[in-house]
Structures are given as structure tokens and as C-alpha cells.
């Protein structure tokens, strides 16, 4: 696949970061959906795990599988998170696997293949 222009795949990833989970919130949220969205937000925190990198950014690496909160183990325990009867935890949940998702999204577009 042909990676997308830096720009656009940027503005895409930003926005799918930063927008998205309050879209995500007030559909699945309505009475608390600007805290959801926060908390959505806040699963960005995440990306702490970018840290222990060498380099710590790279922009043609993909960090599905790569960086330790961003594996399918890390994904199978945010999915747990969706058992507890909680919309906050559940906002941590989706925010989390949004975030994943989101970063796959990027990970396409800059001409990686996930399952390959």
C-alpha cells in the first residue's frame, strides 16, 4: 500500500486522536459525554510507553506490536475493561481501543501492513 502525504495522514491522526473520542462520547454517552470524552482523552497517556523506544519517535515505525500498550495483549485487557458495569471505566475501554485503532489507521496510511 502507498503511504499518504504527511499532511493529510497527520491531520487524520490528530483528529482521530483528539476529536473522535468526543464524537465516541456523545453518542455512547449523552448525560456525561463531555467527562467521557476527557477520559477518552486521557487514555493517550498510553503512549508513555513510546518512552522506552530508541528512538522515541520514529515516524515510518508503526506502533501496533511494537510498543507494549500497543499490543493485542494490551488490547485484550483494555477489552476486559468493557466487563465492568462503570461508563467511567468504560469510557477508559473504548478510549483506549479507539486509541489503538487510531493508530492503525495511521499505520495504513503510512503504507504498513498490519497482519503481514
Do not use: N
Not at 29 to 34: A, D, G, L, S, T
Request: aromatic share 12%.
Amino acid at each position: 500500500m502507498e503511504a499518504v502525504p504527511d499532511v493529510v495522514r497527520h491531520l487524520i491522526h490528530y483528529s482521530c486522536h483528539l476529536l473522535v473520542p468526543f464524537l465516541i462520547a456523545r453518542l455512547f454517552w449523552k448525560e456525561h459525554w463531555v467527562q467521557a470524552g476527557l477520559i477518552m482523552l486521557a487514555t493517550m497517556l498510553i503512549d508513555v510507553d513510546h518512552l522506552l523506544a530508541d528512538p522515541i519517535f520514529d515516524p515510518h515505525r508503526c506502533s501496533l506490536g511494537f510498543h507494549p500498550l500497543h499490543t493485542w495483549w494490551a488490547a485484550a485487557v483494555y477489552a476486559g475493561l468493557l466487563l465492568i458495569p462503570s461508563w467511567r471505566w468504560r469510557a477508559v475501554a473504548v478510549g483506549c481501543l479507539w486509541h489503538l485503532a487510531t493508530d492503525g489507521i495511521d499505520c495504513l496510511l503510512g503504507g504498513h501492513c498490519l497482519f503481514c
